[in-house]
C-alpha cells in the first residue's frame, strides 16, 4: 500500500529501481543487521498524520491569548522591525548548517564576524564568541571558565543575580571543584552589598558575578569592588538579562569587567514562551584560548581575497575533544544573525533612543504606582526598565484581579525570594503605550483596594 | 546553479575592465563583494522605527549616575533600511543551504525543513507569549510540550522526557549529570565513562566536563562494538558507557543489547547519542535496547532547521529510574490541567533558563504530526534505501573502509584517489563547483581520510544520480586531470582559505582603521 508522506519524494518505482540496484529484495532486507527481537512488530503509537490545513486548525487552537504585558525578569517584550523577521527567513540563512566549509558559507560567517563586533561594541570587551544557549548558560560557562583560569574555587555570587540564573550556575559547576557563596543584596536598596563582598574577596575566589540590570532591574556599580577584585587575583563577571541596557549603560569593560556573560533576547528575538533565546559571552584578548563556543576570523584566500573562516579550534570539541574548554557544538546562529540585523536596523542612534524611551516609560510606570495607596516603591536605587513594588495584600491574588481587566501585571516575587513576599517585579517596555500603563495602574489601585 | 551563474558573471565582469572601474563597482548588485556593517552607511543614517513618544521623554544623568553611563555607541552600524536589506540580502546569496542543494554532511540529518512549520511558529499566540505568564494563561502551549514528550518516549522507548536542552551536546550534559546524581544518590562516586572510539567529539568532552574520565573502547573489525571488549573494560568504577546507534560509521551497534548487560550488571548506565534517530524510527526503539538515558537533536531527525549554527534543541528521554533526576520544571497533568511541577528534590537543577527552545520543539510537533506513524517509519527506511543506494553505486570508485550494508549514512576514504595525490579535502572542495556542499571530511577519526555522506530522506533518486555522476566524473578527473581537484573550488566568492593565518594571527571582529 503506497501512502503519499509529505517530504519523501520516492514513487514506487524509485524504489524497486533502487531496491533493484542494491540487489536487496525488499526495503525490510536493509534492516538485517538490527537482531530481529527488537524490530518492532507493530506501528508507533502516534496520531495519524495531517495535512498542511488540517494541521493548522488542530495548531491554532493551542494558542494562548495575548494579554497587556509587564512581564520581564529575563524575557523582554521589544519591537522587532518586519526586516530582522523578513531576512532571517531567507533559506540560504537559515537553512544552512555550521560553516564548515567556508567557500560557500560566506554568508553565515561574515554574519558571526558582523555579531562577534557588534557584542564587543556593546559590552565593551576585546573578543566575543558565536553565541551560546541563552544568557543562564552563557554564565554558567564563564563561571566555569574563570575555574580554568584561575584554579581557585570560591565564587561570589550576588544574590541578585536572576535566581534561575544562580540554579543553573549551581547545576553547571562541579562541587568538588567550585563553592558557591551568596552575597546578600542591601534591603531597601536593592543592588549588591558591595561591603559584605569586599569583606569575602580573599586569594581563594577566583571569580564574583554581578548582574546588572540585575534581577530588581537595579543598575550596578561595579567600580567601588573592581579594585580589589583585581588584587586578589580574582575574575569579574559581569551578567545581564537586559542587553538593551547598554544603549545607555556603560559597557561592563570600561568598568573592569574580564567576562561579560547575558542574554541577548532582547535584540530583534520574539519572547517566545521562553526560546530560542542567545547566549552572549565576550571576555578579554588574553583568555581567548580558554574561552567556549565558536570563533570566526578574518582571513584571506588563494588570490588574496578577504573571507572569513572558523578559527582557534584546538579548543573545541571535534578537536580537543577530552580535553575541549566545552562541548558546545550547536549554538543559536541564527539568533546571533538576528541581533546583528537588529542592531543593523537602530544603529548608533537607535539603540540609545529605545533605551532611553524604556527608562522614561518605566519611569513613568514607577512615579504613577508609587501614588497607589498601598503600593511604595521597594527599592531606592536607580533601575533601567524594570523595578519592584511592594504592595499590601496578597501579590498573588492582587495579580490575579488584575488579569481580570486582561493585563498581566507583574511578576509575583514570593516565589524567587521568601522575603520579598510582598512584591512585584514589574517591566515597562517601548511597547506598553501611556494607555496601557495608566490601565495597569488603576486595575493595580482597584486590586488592592478590593481587599477584604 | 545561482552560484555558478554569479561567479561567470563575476569573471567576465572583471576580464574586461580596468581595476578602478572594478574597485568602484565593489557594490554593486551582481559582482556582491559586499563589505562589512561597519565599513558602508555613513553619519546620520538611520534604519529603524519606534512607538511614538507618549510619556516625557526622561534626563538620563538625572536617574542614572554619569560614571555608569556610556559616552556613546561608537562604530555601530549607521544604515538606512535598505542598506541594511541589501547587505544581508547579498550575504545570503553567498551561502549554502539544504534549499540551494543536496547536503549530505553525515550524522547532521540536513533533511528539507518543512515551510509549514516556520508559519506555525511564527504565530503569536505562540511567539508573543511570555513564559511566566499564569499556567492558566498558557494550557494550549503546556499540551503541546507534554505531547511533545509523549511522542519522543514513544519513537524512543523511553519513560520520560525532559525538552529542556537547547543542543544536542546540552542534552548529552544534561543525561550524563543524571547519571552522576543518581550513582551520588546511591552513595557511588564512580570515576571513568566508556566512549567507543568512533564517537563524536562532544561525547568526550562532554564527560570529562561531568568530571569523569573517558576511556575508549576500540571497535572490532567490523566497526562496531563487541561485548567482549567491554566486558573487559566494564567494571564497578564505571559510571556509564556513551554509544551511538548507529554509530558514526553508519552501522548499526548490533551487540547493544548485550553490551547494556554487562553494563547493567556492574551498576553501569547506557547513554545513547541520537544524533542518528533517523535510521531507526518505527523500525526499532532504543529503550528496547537497554539504553538508560538518550538524547536527540530535534533539528536532526526532526526537521527543524539548522540555522547556520543554531537554534536546535537536544531533549533527554530517560527510564524510569534516572526520572527523579530530571532537570526542572517537569510538566505534568492533572485531570484536564497542566502545570509546571517545581517540587523535585532530586533534580539535578536546571541547564538553562525557562523551559526550552520553544520555537524549535513546536516546529517538532508539528513534523510529527505531519507524518504521523507510518510516515515516520517510512522517512526511516528511505533515508536507510537512499544512503545504501548511493554506497552501492559508488563503492567501484571510492575505497569503502567497511564493506557491508549501511544504515542512514556510509563513509569512503581517498584511498583510490592517494596514487594521484588527491585527497578527501581535494574531493571534497571539487565538489562545490559541482554545485554540491561536500559530505563531512576527516571524521569519524577512526577511518582515516574519511567522508561520510548522509543522504536523508528528503533526497529524490535524480538527486542522488546527478550527486552520483559528478562523484564517479570526479574520480575520472582524479585520475586524468587531478589539477582540478586540487585548486578546486574554483567557481566560488572566494577559494580556499588560509585556515592557518586564522588562527596564527586571530582577527575576531572588526576595528577601525587608525
Redo the contacts between chains.
Sequence with gaps: MEEFFRYIPHTRNDVQQMLDTIGAPKVEDLFESIPGQYRLSKPLDLPSSLSEPDLIRHLQAYQSDRYSSFLGAGAYHHFIPAAVSHLISRSEFYTAYTPYQPEISQGTLQGIFEFQTLMCQLTGMEVANASMYDGASSLAEAVVMAQRITKRKKVLLSQAVHPEYRRVIRTYLDPDQQEIIPVPYREGEGKTDEKVLLGLLDEEVGAVVIQSPNFFGVVEDLLPVVEKIREVGALMILAFSEAIAYGILRPPGEMGADIVAGEGQSLGMPIAFGGPYLGIFTTRERFVRMMPGRLVGETVDLDGKRGFVLTLAAREQHIRRERATSNICTNEGLCALMATIYLSCFGKEGLREVAVMNLSKTEYAKKTASQIPGCRLAFSSPTFNEFVLQIEGNPGEVLTKVREKKILGGVNLAGFYPELHHHLLVTVTEMNPKEEIDAWAEALEKSIGQRA | ML?TLCSMLHALCHENMADDMVSKLKDTGLIQD?P???EQ?GEG???????R??????E?RN???P????K????????S?VD??R???R??????????GF?P?GS?T?????K?N?????????????????EE??Q??L??MYELER?LA??TGMDHVTLQP?????G??TGM?MVRACLEARGERRKKVLVPDTA???N????????YQ?VEVKSSEKGIIHPEQVARQMDEDVAAIMVTNPNTLG??E?HL?EIAEIVHRKGGFVYCDGANLNAL?????LG??GVDVLHI?L?KTF?T????????AGPVAVKKELAPFL?IPVIEKEGEKYFFNQDRPDS?????????????LLRAY?Y????????????S??A???A??LM??LKDYYYLPYD??C?HECVFTDRFQEEHHVTTLDI??RL?DYGF??P?IY?PLVVKAALMIEPT?????EGLDRFIDTMIEMAREAEESPDLLRQA?QR????????V???RR?????TRKE
Aim: glycine fraction near 10%; aromatic fraction near 10%.
Design positions: 552560484l559586499e562589512l556593517l561597519f552607511g543614517r538611520k534604519g529603524y522605527s519606534l512607538p513618544w507618549d510619556v516625557e521623554e526622561v538620563v536617574l542614572i549616575s560614571h555608569l553611563l556610556r556613546g555607541l561608537e562604530g555601530f552600524p549607521q544604515l533600511e541594511v536589506v547587505h544581508f540580502t550575504l545570503s546569496q553567498w551561502n549554502y543551504g539544504v534549499d540551494s547536503y554532511l547532521c540536513m533533511k528539507y525543513n518543512p509549514l516556520e508559519e506555525l511558529a511564527r504565530l503569536p499566540g505562540f511567539s508573543a507569549i511570555h513564559p511566566y505568564q499564569p494563561l498558557s494550549g502551549i499540551k503541546l511522542f514513544e519513537i537547547a543542543a544536542g551536546a546540552h548529552e550534559l549529570k563524536h567529539g562532544t568526550c568532552s562532554t564527560s570529562t566536563i561531568v568530571s573517558m552501522l548499526f548490533e543489547g524510527m518505527g523500525i526499532v526503539k528496547d535496547l537533536n533539528h526537521s532547521p539548522h540555522g547556520g549554527g543554531g537554534p536546535g532537570p539535578i537543577g536546571k541547564m538553562r533558563a525557562f523551559y526550552g527552545n520553544f520555537g524549535v508539528a510529527i504530526l505531519t507524518l504521523g506513524a507510518h510516515g515516520l517509519r517510512k522517512v527506511e528511505m536507510v534505501l537512499n545504501n543506494y552501492k553505486r557491508r550494508p544504515m571534497a572542495k562545490i556542499h561536500p563531512t571524521f530522506e528528503t533526497e529524490s533518486k573550488p566560488v566568492k572566494v577559494r580556499r582559505l588560509d585556515e593565518l586564522a588562527a586571530p582577527k575576531l571582529k572588526w
